[in-house]
């Protein structure tokens, strides 16, 4: 089976493919403090809740957005998989032209995500992530990467108000059950919650304008569905659609050389 890895900011994402078969994945927090062997450990921890084996895997692809934990990635499948990773990155792969003033500062997932949403689509697309930071990504019908936005995650937004109002308490990240809210939980939720979908209708809207071309939008991340449902610009949510962009670039770089920092 192949293992594809996707470490973001706050959340790192493990998916295991048999064929083309998403069969396991896993999401956990990201925590650039843990060294190879406790990785390890957490992993075979997953694996054994499966009934899997580290040796069930037969190669692994990673995605990283945090520079400090792909060395240790990488370590840890020489060391435990003896498998030299393909890495998302320079010199790699992806079939997708990159028309950034400087590619290299593209983060992995964006690309990853572009990917594969224009491989399942075909036509022109925006791409919204919904991680630490909430990416906007722009593909044309072409299938080349045209750049984006980057807008500070919700619950970011949140952690900041959270800490500059003293008498504010912090809540939950959900759908409040109306807009004009009644209390001051409430009124939180309504702000945090539609706030952003205002921020999503109106950057997509925006970007729309800009290209001159109807464009599919395509949301994936933990808050995709939630805010999908009142967001009106989204089109389409797939929540595994980084896990299925490393798949895809791992077939189109699959019997060439692995690719390490």
Same mark, same amino acid.
């Given at each position: 089976?192949?293992?594809?890895?996707?470490?973001?900011?706050?959340?790192?994402?493990?998916?295991?493919?048999?064929?083309?078969?998403?069969?396991?994945?896993?999401?956990?927090?990201?925590?650039?403090?843990?060294?190879?062997?406790?990785?390890?450990?957490?992993?075979?921890?997953?694996?054994? =809740?499966?009934?899997?084996?580290?040796?069930?895997?037969?190669?692994?692809? @990673?995605?990283?957005?945090?520079?400090?934990?792909?060395?240790?990635?990488?370590?840890?499948?020489?060391?435990?998989?003896?498998?030299?990773?393909?890495?998302?990155?320079?010199? @790699?792969?992806?079939?997708?032209?990159?028309?950034?003033?400087?590619?290299?500062?593209?983060?992995?997932?964006?690309?990853?995500?572009?990917?594969?949403?224009?491989?399942?689509?075909?036509?022109? =697309?925006?791409?919204?992530?919904?991680?630490?930071?909430?990416?906007?990504?722009?593909?044309?019908?072409?299938?080349?990467?045209?750049?984006?936005?980057?807008?500070?995650?919700?619950?970011?937004?949140?952690?900041?108000?959270?800490?500059?109002?003293?008498?504010?308490?912090?809540?939950?990240?959900?759908?409040?059950?109306?807009?004009?809210?009644?209390?001051?939980?409430?009124?939180?939720?309504?702000?945090?919650?539609?706030?952003?979908?205002?921020?999503?209708?109106?950057?997509?809207?925006?970007?729309?304008?800009?290209?001159?071309?109807?464009?599919?939008?395509?949301?994936?991340?933990?808050?995709?569905?939630?805010?999908?449902?009142?967001?009106?610009?989204?089109?389409?949510?797939?929540?595994?659609?980084?896990?299925?962009?490393?798949?895809?670039?791992?077939?189109?770089?699959?019997?060439?050389?692995?690719?390490?920092?």
């Amino acid at each position: 089976m192949l293992l594809v890895i996707d470490i973001g900011n706050s959340n790192t994402v493990l998916g295991l493919y048999a064929g083309e078969t998403l069969v396991k994945n896993w999401r956990v927090a990201t925590d650039k403090t843990r060294t190879v062997d406790e990785y390890a450990i957490l992993i075979d921890c997953l694996f054994g =809740l499966s009934e899997l084996q580290f040796k069930d895997v037969c190669d692994v692809i @990673i995605s990283c957005v945090v520079p400090p934990l792909l060395n240790t990635f990488v370590a840890l499948c020489q060391a435990y998989f003896d498998k030299k990773p393909y890495v998302v990155g320079p010199g @790699i792969k992806t079939g997708m032209p990159i028309l950034y003033d400087n590619p290299k500062e593209v983060g992995a997932d964006r690309i990853v995500n572009a990917v594969a949403a224009y491989e399942k689509y075909r036509r022109s =697309l925006i791409v919204v992530d919904f991680g630490t930071a909430t990416t906007f990504d722009y593909i044309s019908g072409k299938g080349e990467y045209l750049g984006g936005a980057i807008a500070p995650g919700v619950a970011i937004s949140a952690e900041a108000l959270f800490e500059r109002a003293s008498k504010l308490p912090r809540v939950d990240l959900s759908r409040p059950p109306q807009v004009i809210a009644k209390n001051t939980v409430s009124s939180m939720q309504s702000g945090i919650f539609y706030g952003y979908v205002g921020l999503v209708d109106g950057i997509v809207s925006r970007m729309k304008q800009e290209a001159g071309e109807p464009s599919l939008v395509v949301a994936t991340g933990g808050l995709a569905p939630s805010i999908a449902v009142e967001a009106k610009t989204i089109d389409e949510v797939e929540p595994m659609l980084t896990l299925d962009g490393l798949l895809i670039i791992y077939h189109r770089n699959k019997g060439g050389k692995s690719h390490e920092p």
